[in-house]
């Protein structure tokens, strides 16, 4: 890397063009895109001897920073294009949390009917596109963490309702609790929910009172479910009485309350954030499963890990062989080797030409030998999920 000169004409960088914030894959280097290029981390990459050598570019030339602007603003085209598959449908639902959350910000009355429209869409592409919306639930951008979370508890809910084989009007309903779960956090100050430091014990009670606040709020809607008002209000007790706002224990807590307390956890532990790592969805995991049988019920624990996957859709793995796979879809009875879509070769440090799908619980070459961070491999796993399955 050390040898990149400004003039030299890159032929490859190694990763795809999702993964680098330039506009082509070939072109001359300046210095800036050397810079940049460094500051991806790659350890190598490709250059064609045959061509550069162009002086480099002038210094009133368009900054790199426009053909970033650019690239970006096609990917969002391209995503926004896409109407109707998993990605546009979270993103609607999304959008529909965000305006439901600003409207009670401003004392508005809120419209829970396009909430249940919300949840029945999701509950309609879960059911095609499982894996998709698993994995795509996962990613939050810097904007707004409450409503990007509290559309992945309403997805997790459903996922979770529908492995346990509850009726279908039953799943709809906790999707929309699930996504009216934090609905109390618009009558704390932001500053307060975004900030980075330790709370101080003032701030904490305040945070705390989003459950009481958010039930009084739904109790008095027209036409929403008490279940829904228990789960805003009770989302944050524990089986074992140490939860808040009221310490009830497992005796009070409706069967559809101690479920929402292991989805809260567990989405907030496993989201991968764009402004900073997540934990790995198996550190989640087994954090929760530490508090199986004490904060959350034990049987409810695993019945939801299985549902999940200990990796679950759109996990990195590192396999034995040298290769990075993204979990494609995990497999019930075989927690520990879901089907997976190779795609990076570790030896070579780049990814493969030809990526390709294993079901690992059917062969015994390959197996996944850890989870891995795929912030550090400038890989999207997300983007593999929707490619051709065996
Ligand atoms: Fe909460």
Known sequence: MSELRPGMHLADLGVSWT?????????????????????????????????????????????????????????????????????????????????????????????????????????????????????????????????QHS???????????????????????????????????????????????????????RIQTHTVKGGELLRHTDGVNPIIVKIAEQHHERVDGTGYPCRLARKNLDLEVQISSIIDVYDALTAIRAYHKGRPPTEGLAMIMKNAGKAFDNKLTQLFIRCIGVYPPGSLVRLTGDRLAVVVEPREAHPHQPLVRVIYDLKRERELDRPY????????????????????????PEHYLAEPRV
Do not use: C
């Open 151 to 205: 559309v992945n508890t309403g997805v997790l809910f459903m996922a979770f309702a529908r492995h346990l084989q509850l009726p279908e009007a039953k799943v709809h309903l906790l999707g929309t609790a699930g996504m009216l779960h934090d609905i109390g956090k618009v009558f704390v100050p932001d500053h307060i929910l975004t900030k980075p430091a330790k709370l101080t014990d003032e701030e904490y009670k």
């Open 357 to 380: 799908t294993v079901d690992l619980s059917a062969q015994t070459d390959q197996k996944v030998v850890r989870h891995e961070d795929p912030e550090n491999w400038f890989i999207r």
């Open 19 to 147: 993964q680098h914030p330039f506009l082509y894959n070939r072109f001359d280097l300046d210095r800036e895109s050397i810079e940049k290029i460094r500051k991806l981390g790659l350890t190598r990459v490709w250059i064609d001897a045959g061509k550069g050598g162009a002086a480099p570019p002038p210094a009133d030339a368009p900054a790199e920073d426009e053909h970033i602007a650019v690239a970006e603003e096609k990917l969002v085209a391209a995503e926004e294009e896409a109407a109707g598959t998993p990605g546009e449908i979270t993103r609607e639902a999304r959008q529909v949390i965000r305006n439901l959350l600003e409207d009670a910000r401003a004392g508005k009355a809120i419209e829970v009917k396009n909430v249940e429209e919300a949840s029945s869409e999701l509950a309609a592409a879960l059911a095609s596109d499982r894996n998709a919306m698993l994995a795509l639930g996962r990613i939050r951008s810097r904007d707004g963490y409450t409503y």
